[in-house]
């Protein structure tokens, strides 16, 4: 019989599951305590939780919350799990850069609401753009044609004035 404790971890990570946009799982094995606080202080600041948390209750947790089955390889060693729910690409750009600052900090792998990812889908996933890049990208795209548009009659413009200058110069001359 699971104790009260077990049950409530499981159900409280249950709940930050059934809300996820993206999380990465982390061995974070040998890691000092103070890379480990640095980490955290990271990840908080982007409203990105960072859970320890045993193999077996995250097993429980994912299957329980219906998103990715979790292959038995990554339940291996000390895990902590960075949970994002807005952005997709946050938790996946934040575990790259942790990845690089924390060499020691490896990350096993990850999952969107029903998909695992192993560890190189998370790198690539974290070199895609996020949604604010993205929407910058198309609204410059859709702005492009307008400018280049402007840019044209204005020539026209332009073109006639100089002209019209040149014209008026040789006439005072």
Do not use: C, W
């Amino acid at each position: 019989m699971p104790n009260q404790r077990n049950q409530d971890i499981v159900k409280d990570m249950q709940e930050r599951l059934k809300k996820v946009s993206s999380a990465v799982l982390f061995d974070f094995t040998g890691i000092p305590m103070t890379a480990q606080q640095s980490v955290r202080r990271k990840l908080r600041k982007s409203q990105v939780d960072f859970v320890v948390i045993k193999n077996t209750l995250l097993n429980i947790s994912a299957k329980q919350a219906g998103v990715a089955d979790l292959p038995t390889a990554v339940l291996k060693g000390q895990t902590g799990v960075a949970i994002g729910y807005d952005d997709p690409i946050t938790v996946p750009k934040l575990a790259l850069e942790i990845s690089k600052e924390f060499p020691l900090f490896k990350f096993k792998g990850g999952f969107l609401p029903d998909t695992y990812m192993t560890a190189a889908q998370v790198e690539i996933l974290a070199k895609t753009p996020g949604k604010d890049q993205l929407r910058a990208q198309v609204v410059g795209l859709l702005a492009a044609p307008m400018r280049n548009l402007v840019s044209v009659l204005s020539g026209n413009a332009r073109n006639l004035v100089s002209v019209l200058n040149n014209y008026q110069q040789k006439l005072a001359s």
